[in-house]
């Protein structure tokens, strides 16, 4: 009888081949920055044991995150940079906070991005069509045209959050209803996103927005298992996650193709004859469709092509943006009752929502100072990652730091502790804490580099001199907020993504009772990655809304 291999079975298999490949291999291979360099610098999670660093890279599944507060508190407030092994990306050096803005403001053929962006979602086998990978001007539609026009897709998306509240959280005023947090942030997020990037019927379309929801975790688990998989192994690895992602691809495929189509089919004709009866939607599919015009490569306008781009950009903010939108939930709903958290941002919105005539604009949502800062607040607590924003250095000569002195070779990867510093006393007061209005009180943060830890003279004179920082809104970049990266590869969607969480946080706030939790579910960590557990809440409709 022939045997059936489950997809159970084929996985106990790769894991036993990546714990035999770990125990045998050595510590560190030819395309790895050179053991001296390692040796020159604290590490920690390495034990003195038999396979020291193939067992610490399996204990970093687990353990990543102690770590890194282990090491930061350690060596990062000393100024020291410290390594750690991982799982799916080698050895790591944590770089200390007052190095950042020296390192991340380095010119990209010195500290790659790309390239490392790439291949830490696994690009050549998530992405099917590597055009679109490589020449990602989808990216710059999020950046410019999307940013620009907040004003035009604010009411759209609160039109669509509206319609995909009552969907999913209902219309019961007088019973309480139990919702997954996770999966209705998920449904609610893709709903109004989708009415920005493509408008209808594809934002309301349940199916698509499933698929949408499928391939982008698809994508994001599948590039983790795939680096975490021995190299020798990852053709295997790779080819078994192409297959899931291209199952997800397909099927949002049949549904959005005939729609893109017709965009296409639409544009070449008023192209053709300006003076045709269709006016343009003024959406991310119709940018996308003018950016590959732009390009004058008649190859991008190709309907499928089309289709991923718009999928990309999905896979890179749908989950970014559910997720942060889950973790605003739970932060203010678990805070204490007799707070007043819940009620000063209810009032906030009131206020605002009446004084713009009970419409939400793109300017009244930028009066939103409370909640910007709750929502602040709670990327601050919890980050997409423990550590992350990972650069490699590429220039053959290395780099150099200067204090301390340390030459980083080419080949070095590197990794901001955002966890630990998003959680330090020292720059945020009582930092293990939810205080929703940190951020719009000018004495809720020490800047990273006035701290006593960190600071030189020279430094404390500089920031003297600087005016005094008051209200902080959640797209501020600075080297102690790191919810939107860092620098100039910051989140090119940020200004869409606060946007949308504001209005998805006050429609709420305005619409609906939460029932408070007593305490706050935590965060799953697995090697760098946070991901949230998919705990119910009981919610009802506010009676007269």
């Given amino acids: 009888m022939a045997s059936h291999v489950t997809p159970l079975s084929a996985l106990a298999v790769a894991v036993i081949g ?36 193939a067992r610490a890279s399996l204990r970093s599944y687990y353990d990543t995150k102690d770590w890194i507060f282990y090491g930061y508190f350690k060596y990062s407030k000393a100024n020291q940079p410290f390594v750690i092994p991982s799982l799916d990306r080698g050895p790591m050096v944590v770089v200390p906070p007052r190095q950042i803005k020296k390192l991340y403001d380095l010119p990209e053929d010195v500290l790659d991005i790309h390239t490392t962006q790439n291949v830490t979602i696994q690009t050549r086998w998530t992405i099917k069509d590597q055009e679109v990978a490589d020449n990602d001007f989808q990216i710059n539609v999020v950046r410019h045209q999307i940013t620009r026009n907040l004003g035009t897709l604010t009411p759209v998306i609160a039109r669509e959050l509206k319609l995909g509240f009552e969907r999913w959280w209902g219309t019961e005023t007088q019973e ?6 996770w999966d209705s942030c998920l449904k609610l997020v893709a709903g109004a996103s989708n009415g920005a990037f493509c408008g209808t019927p594809l934002c309301r379309d349940g199916e698509f927005l499933e698929m949408l929801r499928d391939h982008g975790i698809t994508v994001f688990a599948g590039a983790l298992f795939i680096n975490s998989t021995p190299k020798p192994l990852r053709p295997i690895a790779g080819k078994l996650v192409s297959m899931s992602c291209n199952y997800y691809f397909k099927k949002a495929l049949k549904l959005s193709l005939p729609i893109v189509k017709e965009r296409l089919d639409n544009t070449a004709n008023l192209k053709a004859n300006p003076h045709c009866d269709w006016t343009p939607p003024k959406d991310g599919l119709q940018w996308l469709i003018d950016e590959c015009y732009a390009s004058g490569d008649a190859a991008q306008l190709d309907p499928e092509r089309v289709c991923f781009r718009l999928l990309f950009v999905n896979d890179i903010s749908l989950h970014s943006t559910a997720y942060t939108a889950h973790n605003v939930i739970l932060d203010v709903w678990t805070t204490d009752p007799s707070s007043g958290v819940v009620e000063a941002l209810r009032e906030e919105c009131e206020t605002v929502f009446k004084q713009f005539g009970g419409v939400w604009t793109r300017e009244a949502i930028t009066k939103l100072k409370l909640l910007d800062s709750a929502i602040r607040e709670s990327m601050r607590l919890a980050p997409f990652a423990s550590v992350g924003l990972p650069r490699r250095v590429i220039h053959p000569d290395g780099v150099m730091l200067k204090s301390p002195e340390l030459h980083l070779p080419q080949g070095s990867m590197l990794a901001i502790p955002i966890e630990a510093i998003h959680q330090d006393n020292d720059i945020y007061p009582e930092a293990r804490r939810f205080d929703a209005f940190r951020f719009a009180r000018s004495s809720g943060v020490t ?3 006035s701290s006593a830890t960190f600071a030189d003279s020279a430094e404390k004179a500089e920031k003297a001199d600087a005016e005094p920082n008051n209200h902080r809104s959640t797209v501020t970049l600075d080297n102690a907020f790191l919810g939107f990266g860092f620098g100039k590869h910051a989140c090119p969607g940020r200004f869409f993504a606060l946007n949308e969480l504001k209005i998805f946080m006050a429609h709420l706030l305005l619409n609906y009772d939460v029932q408070y939790m007593k305490s706050r579910p935590p965060l799953t960590n697995r090697i760098w990655l946070k991901y949230p557990q998919d705990v119910p809440v009981r919610v009802r409709r506010r009676v007269g809304t």
């Fill in 18 to 53: 990546i714990t035999l490949y770990l125990l045998v291999k050595p510590k560190l291979s030819k395309n790895d920055v050179d053991s001296q360099f390692l040796n020159s610098l604290p590490v920690v999670g390495v034990r003195r044991e038999l396979f020291a660093w």
């Fill in 447 to 449: 800047d990273i580099l």
């Fill in 176 to 181: 309480w209803k139990e919702v997954k947090i």
